[in-house]
Each structure stands twice: as C-alpha cells, then as structure tokens.
C-alpha cells in the first residue's frame, strides 16, 4: 500500500493522555513511511511537544468555535488538500472547525474523529451531522465508547473502529523497586502511586480519603502523586485537611514516567468519568504492577478484575480504601496481578497495534491501496 498524507488536528491547551496519543502515533506514522503533519495552536503544550519531537507542525489559530478561527482552518486547507488524504480530528472545536471547513470546499479529504472520552453526547441534528455525515468514520479509544456512541447517536456500527491506544513495550518493562526508589530519592518504602493529569474526575480526592479511612494501614508505606494540572492546589488543600501531608508527596508533571512506575509496589487510578482506556493504567500493567480502578469508560476492557487488578465503584472511598488495603496487605496476589497483568500488555496493548489499525482505517476511508 502507499503511504498516505495524514493532518491530525487539536485545539486542546491541555496536556495528557490525549495530546500524547496524538504525538506517538504521528511518530509512529512517520516511522511507517507515512506523510504526517499537526495542526493545532501555537500556544498549546502540543504544538511544542510536536517541535520538539520534529514532527510537522502548522501552528493556527483554532482555539475558538469562532468565525475568525474557522477562516484560518478553512485557508489553509484549501492550500493542502491537494496533498492531504486524510484528516484526523481529536477534540469538539477542532473537530467542527475542520468539518464546517471541509463542508464549504470542493474536493476536501475525508474526516476521521477520534473519540478519547467517555462524556455524554448529545443527541442535537448539529451533533448527528458532524457524527454521521461531516465523518466518514469515529474512532474510539474503548469498545465501551465505540458502544455508547452507537447508541447516543444512532450511528451503524460498521461506521465506528475502537483502537485502545499503543504503549511502547520495549520502554514500559518491570524494573528494580527498591533501585528505582533509591535513584528517584524516595524513601526505602513500598510505595502506592498514581500517574494523572490532576482533573477532578481523576479521583485523587476519593484516594485521599480512602487512605484517611486506614490511616494505620499506610502510615509505612510512601505515597506519589505523579503528574501536574489545575485540581493541584485543591488537592494540596485536600490532603492537609485530613491530616496526610507527611504521607503524601505531589512530585509533580514527568517526562519520563517510566523510573516512577517501576519504583511502585501499587498503582490506582480511581476515575469516576471521561475515560476511555488510559494509558497510565496500561503502562502500570506492562511495568507489572498490581492497579486498583474503576469500570468507568471502557477502563474493564484493561483491568480484569481478580486478574491484573482489582475495580470498585467510582466515588466511593469506602471501596477503594478495602481494595487498596487488600491489596497492600496481601503481596502474593499484588505479584500475580501484576504479573498478569504484564502477559496482558505484551499481548494487547503494543504501539504496533494502534497503528495497523489506525492504517486500516485511514486506507479504509481514503480508498487507496
């Protein structure tokens, strides 16, 4: 088959999971032969991730559902359409400016939107136009969105892909707790963490009180929150209000997670929203670490509960303080778990398998062999 010229767009001004999805598939395109090229604004942690990781970057305005942001879009693909074969959407704004751009052009590339959340969609004919008609395909990170959308929108299965994002397996290996703790200048403990943008629907609160609830239980073990964002001075607040300021350590955004996931003896992401199937939790497991989560979006499609880990029900200390504590207080299951739970991600959860299929999909709706 050829190689094709593929436009991911973004407006986000954030930076997680998604933005980092974007950036190792373009790599991994660029590496297949693949033309690829990112649009999103200039100001965007993306946009200097994407420079400094040298892949091709349109810096525009498209912040805004906004006329003057729409005529920036629409310009510049009248310029490159000749040359592009496909165009990838990521976020709401991005993804109408592109459609509404795409819809006014004569000859415009087909649109393909991807789908990294679980929020609710809306059942509005605007909606139902930019899912069904202004795309010519929806990807979704979890069969649990792929389903979802199918029956919020009405939308044919064969017109909706779910591709769980790739991690690299030859970074995310087991390593040396106790050697990784003592490189990082953590104390020789063992030690929970969680990797998160610090959002509210991260959970981070519900994990503060469930450790409150066996404050005892943790009092010899080290606790990380790994990652950076804007709950981190409610959350801050939080933790000292229920007295676990000498528990807890905040070390802030990583760019490398690898050494902090390999220091963990634990790993939990208690989400309660907008997930589709995070990365964090899958690199946890290809680390070989035991995870504690939620069945919210499509986390169930990673963690096999009583296998690589354990689910409890979203917003509820009370559980996950019980499942943590199983888990902490009982190491031979935590080792099988996480033991599982790597086998798991050599088999499932490998870059290689997101970009056969995002190539199917992208060969699917241009045609071209």
């Known amino acids: 088959m050829r190689c094709l010229s593929i436009v991911h767009t973004e407006n986000s ?4 999971g998604q933005e980092i999805r974007i950036l190792s598939e373009a790599e991994g395109m660029l590496a297949r032969g693949h033309h690829v090229t990112v649009v999103a604004p200039p100001e965007t942690p993306l946009s200097a991730a994407a420079t400094r990781n040298r892949i091709p970057l349109v810096p525009l305005p498209i912040r805004r559902k906004h006329i003057a942001d729409l005529a920036s ?35 415009a590339p087909p649109i393909v939107r991807t789908r990294h959340v679980s929020t609710i969609v809306n059942r509005r004919p605007t909606t139902r136009w930019l899912y069904g008609r202004a795309c010519a395909h929806v990807v979704t990170t979890g069969e649990a969105l792929r389903h979802q959308l199918a029956s919020e929108l009405g939308l044919h299965h064969s017109r909706l892909t779910s591709v769980p994002t790739g991690i690299d397996l030859a970074r995310f290996v087991p390593g040396d707790s106790i050697a990784s703790r003592h490189k990082l200048g953590l104390r020789p403990r063992p030690t929970l963490g969680i990797v998160a943008t610090l959002r509210d629907w991260k959970g981070h609160d519900y994990l503060f009180e469930a450790l409150a609830l066996d404050r005892k239980g943790w009092r010899d073990w080290e606790v990380i929150v790994i990652g950076d964002g804007p709950h981190r001075p409610n959350l801050a607040a939080h933790a000292a209000a229920l007295n676990l300021g000498e528990n807890i350590h905040f070390v802030g955004h990583q760019d490398d997670v690898v050494p902090w996931l390999q220091a963990l003896d634990l790993f939990t992401l208690p989400s309660y929203g907008e997930e589709g199937v995070p990365q964090a939790i899958m690199q946890a497991m290809a680390c070989g670490i035991a995870v504690v989560s939620t069945p919210v979006g499509a986390i169930a499609e990673a963690v096999n509960h009583e296998v690589t880990g354990l689910l409890v029900a979203p917003r509820s200390p009370a559980e996950l303080a019980y499942g943590l504590s199983r888990l902490r207080d009982d190491r031979p299951t935590r080792l099988r778990f996480g033991a599982s739970g790597r086998a798991r991600a050599m088999d499932d959860f490998g870059i290689h398998r997101m970009l056969d299929r995002m190539e199917e999909v992208f060969y699917r709706v241009t045609r071209v062999q």
């Not at 001004?13 to 997680?16: L, N, P, R, V």
């Not at 009248?78 to 751009?101: C, Q, R």
């Open 13 to 16: 001004a954030g930076w997680g």
């Open 73 to 107: 879009i629409r310009t510049w693909l009248g310029e490159a359409k000749v040359h592009t074969d496909v165009l990838n959407t990521h976020s709401s704004t991005d993804s109408w400016l592109t459609a509404l751009a795409c819809a006014t052009l004569i000859g």
